[in-house]
């Protein structure tokens, strides 16, 4: 038993022996042309790698740089640039014939660079899988089946720590980058479905992960290959992470649980976003209190359009419905949006003013009562334009005493409002647009005041310019806002107020003389 031990062990011995000594006797980079071929059929991209290395013991291949080319349609730079390309390979055939068998692929701290057209309607890696025309290949290189992808496989594939880098061309806008991004692939193939996973930092420090599967891949165009995935992203900053057109002004911070689903042509994406600090127009400053977006929306990949037949925007308990199409496929995305929220509680809808860029006077907030609100939303979303109707029902301006800003007609009407003012209805047709907001049949039914009517514009500035109305004790009595919507100013209509009184006088309805009802405005006496 001894000697057989013996024996073993010097067998071990040699054994480990060889394959410390085989790799000084056999030249990896004797297979560099055969894998420069290899990969150069299977991506129909140009590809090049550095000095090659043999590690029997790991049964791989290391090369210490790599490059895939781009599509020359799009750059004259790598398409992929990577530090370390490590390839698992069949130890056995390797040594006794001299064959490679790739059994696994590693990519170490690649830079990656995805360019989508200006026009939309491709990206740079469209065309890998080896039927790119206009990619030139080496004379070594067999060229890939016609119409179809090569039949290469392999049980691993891996990226690690790499960073993907994404820009349009003809964009003014700053490439958004996606760092410490690893992929990890099983049994891959270019012609049947294979599982895959990522996770990848977003821009300003938000995370990204994906796990589902995807393929075969497209033969004509590698963006269209079908995939099913689940998507969860935590502190995702919606103004520089790019899944939003920046030119919406739209910014805040969300968590999101999702799915997508292709089949290379139209997309299917739906789930549930929660957003903080959600800012929704350029001018406004960040709502104060989480938004939760639950949603559905229909992708076609090839035009870049799409529609969304569900999403739910809610604050608290008030909920509103949104519908319509968008298209993408331009510099800047076109929508057309219809909004609807009915019965919506003002006390949950109160702190997403602010959000909206709508700016109350200071210490006042809305409290109580219910919004109905019906709008369409149409245009680009830097020049969006909206036209609806607001209406507002019991409901309390607290902390604002209209009565004091309105002292002349309050007196006339010899009511007080106090500190707060009480709103029993107000309703509103809107238009909301680049140069400013307008506001058209403004009826506000205040108890304490009356019944005020009449309409105006506040700027991009949030200057006010209206001209009002308020029927006070069975007399209409006019007056003018300006300031701004922090510091209203509330201004009387002199000229308007002689004016209807004199037509009263003349068409025999009025009561007493011009004078008397002047001065009463004023809160003066009448002259002895």
């Known amino acids: 038993m001894k000697r057989i031990l013996k024996i073993l062990a010097v067998v071990v011995g040699l054994l480990i022996v060889i394959a410390i000594a085989i790799p000084f006797f056999i030249d990896a980079n004797t297979f560099r042309p055969k894998l420069e071929s290899e990969l150069t059929s299977a991506l129909g991209r140009p590809v090049k790698v550095g000095n090659l290395s ?3 013991l790991s049964g791989s291949v290391s090369a210490d740089d790599i490059s895939i080319a781009d599509d020359p349609a799009f750059s004259k730079s790598p398409f992929v640039q990577a530090k370390e390309l490590k390839v698992g390979v069949e130890v056995i055939p390797l ?16 830079e990656i660079g995805l360019v989508k057209s200006e026009n939309g309607q491709k990206w740079n890696f469209s065309s890998l899988g080896g039927n790119n025309p206009s990619a030139s290949k080496p004379a070594a290189s067999p060229a890939p089946s016609s119409g179809g992808n090569p039949n290469l496989s392999v049980a691993k594939l891996n990226v690690n720590n790499g960073r993907l880098t994404v820009l349009r061309e003809g964009s003014s806008e700053k490439p958004r980058v996606y760092d410490k991004v690893n992929i990890e692939v099983t049994n891959f193939s270019f012609t049947s479905s294979f599982p895959f996973s990522m996770t990848a930092q977003l821009p300003a420090d938000g995370t990204l992960k994906l796990e589902g599967k995807a393929g075969p891949i497209d033969a004509n165009n590698a963006a269209e290959t079908p995939l099913e995935a689940k998507v969860t992203v935590q502190k995702l900053n919606l103004l520089a992470s790019g899944f939003i057109d920046p030119a919406a002004g739209i910014s805040g911070i969300a968590d999101y649980d999702g799915s997508v689903t292709s089949d290379g042509h139209e997309a299917k994406t739906e789930g549930k976003l929660t957003a903080t600090n959600l800012q929704v127009v350029k001018k406004g ?102 036209v609806g109707t607001v209406k507002m029902e019991n409901s309390t301006l607290a902390n604002f005493d209209l009565g004091s800003k309105l002292s002349s007609i309050s007196a006339l009407a010899g009511k007080k409002t106090g500190n707060d003012t009480t709103i029993q209805n107000f309703s509103s047709d809107v238009r909301v647009a680049p140069e400013g907001t307008k506001a058209d049949n403004i009826n506000l039914n205040v108890p304490s005041i009356g019944v005020v009517t009449g309409g105006g514009t506040v700027s991009p500035a949030n200057e006010l310019a209206f001209k009002m109305n308020a029927a006070v004790s069975g007399m209409g009595i006019p007056f003018s806002v300006a300031g701004t919507t922090s510091d ?36 003066k006496k009448k002259p002895q």
Do not use: W
């Open 488 to 523: 209203p100013k509330f201004v009387p209509d002199v000229k308007g107020m002689a004016t209807g009184l004199l037509k009263g006088l003349t068409s025999g309805k009025g009561n007493q003389n011009p004078a008397s009802s002047v001065m009463g405005l004023f809160n």
């Open 95 to 110: 040594i006794f014939s001299k064959t490679l068998n790739v059994t696994e692929l590693t990519l170490n701290q690649p």
């Open 54 to 56: 043999l590690s029997l």
């Open 285 to 386: 400053s960040p709502a104060g209190r989480p938004v939760e977006v639950t949603y559905t929306v229909m992708h076609n990949l090839a035009k870049e359009t799409g529609s969304i037949p569900r999403c739910e925007i809610a604050m608290g308990k008030a909920v509103a419905h949104m519908t319509g199409t968008y298209d993408a496929h331009g510099k800047v995305t076109v929508i057309d949006l219809k909004l609807k929220g009915e019965g919506m509680p003002v006390d949950d809808l109160e702190a997403m003013l602010p959000a909206l860029g709508v700016i109350l006077p200071p210490k006042a907030t809305l409290k109580g009562g219910t919004l109905n609100t019906d709008m369409a939303i149409n245009g680009p979303v830097d020049k969006l334009v909206t």
